[in-house]
Nanobody, 122 residues
Framework: QVRLVESGGGLVQAGGSLRLSCAAS????????VGWFRQAPGKEREFVAG????????DYATSLKGRFTVSRDSGANTVYLQMNSLKPEDTAIYYC???????????????WGQGTQVTVSS
């Protein structure tokens, strides 16, 4: 089993930046990809970005590409999400999750972190 712990969330003004971290432990070699998702109050969980451990192939939600950047440090078993030009609508709980394949579908991810709150004030 893979254990994931997110950190780096907080309160930021619109236009600001945050970098989230997702530290993985356990059987990390058993999962090929890590995805970031977010869930705002009253809304469904949505895919944000994802990356593969080995090659570093990445994917982004179309609406977020250009503002968000996902990266990984395989040696440290950590995946990062750099978020720039933040908007109030980016306010949500952000989760990282592990899967056998890089996909935008949450149902493919079977290990999830506890989430970290990101709040963007206007």
């Amino acid at each position: 089993q893979v254990r994931l712990v997110e950190s780096g969330g907080g309160l930021v003004q619109a236009g600001g930046s945050l970098r989230l971290s997702c530290a993985a432990s356990g059987r990390t070699f058993s999962r090929s990809a890590v995805g970031w998702f977010r869930q705002a109050p009253g809304k469904e969980r949505e895919f944000v970005a994802g990356i593969t451990w080995s090659v570093g192939t990445s994917d982004y939600a179309t609406s977020l590409k250009g503002r968000f950047t996902v990266s990984r440090d395989s040696g440290a078993n950590t995946v990062y999400l750099q978020m720039n030009s933040l908007k109030p609508e980016d306010t949500a709980i952000y989760y990282c999750a592990a899967a056998n394949v890089l996909t935008r579908l949450a149902s493919f991810y079977d290990s999830w972190g506890q989430g970290t709150q990101v709040t963007v004030s206007s």
